[in-house]
């Protein structure tokens, strides 16, 4: 089987294909076992009813494939913050620009 970081990239970047205007950025802590994904722009991770389905529907694969670890999604505004990322994808029609991203 897959290891969970590379199966993470792997649907991550079919995620960005799928929905070009997102951008991803994955970091995976290794003591914790646990797997965060921040989703930009904040309309599209609230609004977007497609993208809530298909976030669940990795939710539930990745559960049955790696049951000892977390997986969760924040976007920008939320309580908890993505540092040291080590994966970033940014689709085609995503042009959100802050300062961060600089």
Known sequence: MKNSVAYMKEKLT????????LRVRYAFDEMELSHMVE????????????????EIALTLDFIKKYPDEELFFVTEGDLVELTD??????????????VADI
């Open 14 to 21: 079919e995620l960005v294909e799928k929905f070009p205007q």
């Open 39 to 54: 989703v930009l722009p904040a309309s599209e991770f609230e609004d977007n009813e497609a993208y809530g389905k298909y």
């Open 85 to 98: 990322p080590v994966f970033v994808k940014k689709g085609k029609a995503f042009d959100g620009v802050r």
